[in-house]
């Protein structure tokens, strides 16, 4: 039985499928890594830039400045959960 083109490709996508999901928790490990190294140092900034923004936001009642720097807030207290879990 002859392989056709589309079986060849279905199975090069299975195995580049594969290969990504087995990638995932090795990237994901030196990703942490990397950002576990300088947390110390841009935490602190992140959290100070993120209270001005929202301070400043709900001084002149301008919404994006308020959710940005809500968010800049949130995503340091999720990365603090996320480094500690």
Request: proline share 5%.
């Amino acid at each position: 039985m002859p392989f056709s083109g589309r079986y060849i490709v279905l199975a090069l996508v299975v195995i580049a499928v594969v290969t990504v999901v087995l990638w995932i928790p090795v990237i994901s490990d030196h990703i942490n890594a990397g950002l576990s190294r300088t947390s110390r140092i841009w935490a602190p900034i992140m959290i100070l830039g993120g209270t001005a923004l929202l301070v400043l936001g709900l001084t002149v009642h301008f919404g994006p400045l308020e959710i940005t720097g809500g968010v800049l807030i949130g995503l340091v207290a999720l990365a603090f959960f996320i480094d500690n879990y």
